[in-house]
């Protein structure tokens, strides 16, 4: 067989590699890859099924969007940008996405940025509804 087991006699024929306990690897890990020049520790042809992911580097840090002096930008900026570019400013077009792809910090702390913009802008109409509904009712 094909099979190589460390620590286990216990395998499946659909497996090629079985370890049963920690494993360590010094270097890179490829699957299904012949290249593993890539400079990641860990380069896989094809998907990832798992339970989890967890990010614990390059995390979200966009809180300074509620600081006072954050400059947002007046909608009719954002609407003129998006008219011209079919994005929203900061945000990668699709083209860009499929040709270089994403790191998944970057774009949790992008994403974090527009969804607080966004409550800015709903807070701001808000305010303008409260105040029309009130000059109504003088």
């Given at each position: 067989?094909?099979?190589?087991?460390?620590?286990?006699?216990?395998?499946?024929?659909?497996?090629k590699f079985g370890v049963n306990g920690n494993s360590y690897f010094t270097?890179?890990?490829?699957?299904?890859?012949?290249?593993?020049?890539?400079?990641?520790?860990?380069?896989?042809?094809?998907?990832?099924?798992?339970?989890?992911?967890?990010?614990?580097?390059?995390?979200?840090?966009?809180?300074?969007?509620?600081?006072?002096?954050?400059?947002?930008?007046?909608?009719?900026?954002v609407e003129a940008y998006v008219a011209e570019n079919k994005h929203l400013?900061?945000?990668?077009?699709?083209?860009?996405?499929?040709?270089?792809?994403?790191?998944?910090?970057?774009?949790?702390?992008?994403?974090?940025?527009?969804?607080?913009?966004?409550?800015?802008?709903?807070?701001?109409?808000?305010?303008?509804?409260?105040?029309?509904?009130?000059q109504l009712q003088k």
């Open positions: 067989s094909d099979f190589v087991g460390i620590g286990t006699s216990n395998y499946s024929s659909a497996f270097d890179f890990v490829g699957i299904g890859m012949t290249n593993l020049n890539t400079g990641y520790k860990l380069a896989v042809d094809g998907g990832i099924l798992c339970e989890e992911v967890k990010v614990i580097a390059n995390v979200p840090s966009s809180d300074y969007v509620f600081e006072k002096d954050y400059n947002l930008r007046p909608l009719a900026e400013p900061e945000v990668p077009s699709a083209k860009e996405f499929k040709e270089k792809g994403y790191k998944v910090g970057d774009m949790d702390d992008l994403l974090l940025r527009k969804i607080e913009e966004l409550t800015l802008y709903i807070i701001e109409q808000q305010k303008q509804i409260d105040e029309l509904q009130q």
